[in-house]
């Protein structure tokens, strides 16, 4: 196996209805990201950039083109096998948090766990674990109606990670938050990068959350419009 | 496999525990379901236990011979003449198959004793009687020949009788004013308890029929009523038949005249009874079984509303990487936890029901495993049947959709 980017797309195009009606959102991307890379996607709505996310993330397949991922050929899988890649080597961190509502934080974070077939014990101890990796040990057994916004992300993070992902999915993670906690969020997200080698790919119209990331790749018109790669700081 | 299974009934306990309200209402037509068919089908066997006991109290293979048609529409019981004593004699001599013959007449008369008083049910008959309605002597002994032949004033009484009359001591030697004469008590009989029709068959004082006849109907030589025990082992309709055609020649009815007299087999009216009571059980059940597949499609409702309401959290399941085939299950499970869970709380249900209403109507309890194990396996069934659907609606749920729906 030849070491490759972790990640790789070629001529990816998606359309979506058909005919007449069709709506061709993706143009034909190219992107290669390498593991341990922190990407920031932007782009106006309508760019294509959420679509980008969808199938980088392995929720939807491309209309054409080639992905790889870990050399997998992704275009190919099933609805079934893509599945497995979402279990095994991905998280997802969304806008709106999307946690089971009155299940407490542990449950919620334990959830992913629950799908690998995990041990009871094991369980709840890597649960405990992501929690106090985003720092949120003590909140455990709460809800996340008794959280608050830049908690329950946090919640969403262990969620995310607790499975020890290959890379981080994030759409708009920052985007129902206030600016304060939006800056909380991203130095997180940063540290889980530097510190687990965790690839981030995250979708965001905010500059100043962009600026936390390695690389920001802008879409315009379902094409790769700018590549940007900055030094770390 | 059982680890995944594990896992989706885990998954589907946290589901219902966390909408525990809705969970409740949602079973709530299949508790109910269950209950009924349980309950139905429990006091039907109960009523039929009930009735065929009675019956067979009565006595073993028990014929009675009445005057009168059979009640039933268009039938006329009245102006017909009753038996003679003779009558008895010549179904004695001319059918073998009988064990007992015994000649009952009766009337409703006030007894008293000391200064108590009670209404009770007087009949004259013959140590016959005994063998013919089962009956055995608790303390004291039957009549003797004697006693019969000059007809004198001896009684024996019932469980009711010396309750009401005697609560304390034995009654045996004690005198008992029957309407308008005195007679010696000399035995009591064994309780014996209500009878098919809800009458109390210990309220009854026996004395020989000749005795009664001459004191209490004033008829000496008629009988209202035979009694007739068959042999074991005989079959009742050709020695009903041949009662039958004697009673005709006796009676002198012409060729083309109906019978002014009938014979009832008891063991027939207990199997037409019970079969009876068998067939509204069956109806009842049948009724109440619907009821639980309304309770089915109830589930199918609550699971259908309940993939709508949580489309997020099935795109996050799905997102996170659930498979289609787990989620469906997940869902299945949720389905027939929630009605098996059902079906035993119709089950507990069900037997404080039928506890209640069997104390209540004096009847016995009598558990039927195999229809509990049905109702509960029904219920499980129905989770999988009316729960399907909704899964596989859940399973197939695009996950970009699901995640982005309000």
Known sequence: MTEGPLISLRAITKTYGQGAAAFQALKGVDLDIPRGQFVAIMGPSGSGKSTALNILGCLDGPTSGAFRFKNIAVEGLTRNQRALLRRHYLGFVFQGFNLLSRTSAQENVELPLLYRGAETAQRHAAAREALAQVGLTGWEHHTPAELSGGQQQRVAIARAIVTRPLVLLADEPTGNLDSQRGHEIMDLLVSLNREQDITIIMVTHEPEMAHYADRVVKFVDGLVASDELKERA | ?406
């Open chain 2, 1 to 406: 496999m059982i680890q995944m299974l594990l896992n989706a009934l885990l998954l589907a306990l946290r589901a219902i525990r966390r909408n525990l309200m809705r969970s409740f209402l949602t079973v709530l037509g299949v508790v109910i379901g269950v209950a009924a068919v349980i309950t139905m089908v429990t006091l039907g066997n109960g009523a039929t236990r009930m009735v065929s006991d009675q019956i067979s109290s009565l006595g073993s293979n028990l014929l009675i011979l009445r005057p009168g048609q059979q009640l039933g529409p268009g039938r006329d019981s009245a102006g017909a003449a009753n038996f003679k004593l003779a009558d008895v004699e010549a179904i004695q001599t001319q059918v073998p198959a009988l064990k007992a013959v015994a000649p009952v007449v009766g009337s409703k008369v006030t007894l008293v004793a000391g200064n108590q008083n009670w209404q009770s049910q007087v009949n004259g008959t013959s140590n016959a009687y005994f063998v013919a309605g089962n009956w055995q002597i608790a303390s004291g002994r039957q009549f003797e020949d004697d006693e019969e032949a000059a007809g004198k004033a001896v009684c024996i009484i019932g469980a009711t009788v010396k309750k009401q009359l005697f609560p304390r001591g034995s009654p045996i030697g004690d005198e008992l004013r029957v309407k308008n004469f005195t007679c010696e008590i000399i035995g009591v009989l064994q309780g014996k308890g209500q009878g098919a029709m809800g009458q109390d068959q210990d309220d009854v004082v026996l004395m020989p029929i000749r005795t009664a006849q001459r004191r209490l109907t004033g008829n000496v030589n008629d009988v209202s009523t035979l009694m007739l025990s068959l042999r074991d082992g005989v079959a009742a309709d050709p020695v009903m038949e041949q009662i039958r055609k004697l009673m005709r020649e006796r009676r002198k009815l012409s060729e083309n005249a109906d019978d002014d007299f009938h014979v009832m087999d008891t063991k027939q009216i207990a199997e037409t009874l019970s079969g009876t009571i068998r067939t509204m059980t069956g109806l009842l059940g049948a009724v109440a079984a619907v009821s639980l597949l309304v309770g089915g499609i109830g589930i199918m409702n609550i699971m259908l509303v309940s993939v709508t309401e949580r489309t997020r959290e099935i795109g996050i399941r799905l997102a996170i990487g659930a498979l289609e085939h787990e989620v469906l299950l997940q869902f299945l499970i949720e389905a027939v936890v929630l009605s098996a869970l059902g079906g035993l709380v119709g089950i507990a249900l069900a037997l404080f029901v039928c506890l209640g209403l069997t104390a209540l109507m004096s009847m016995p309890f009598l558990f039927n495993p195999g229809i509990n194990l049905l109702a509960f396996v029904f219920s499980g069934l129905i989770g999988i049947v009316f729960g399907y659907m909704p899964a596989r609606r859940a399973a197939r749920l695009d996950p970009i959709v699901a995640l982005r729906f309000e």
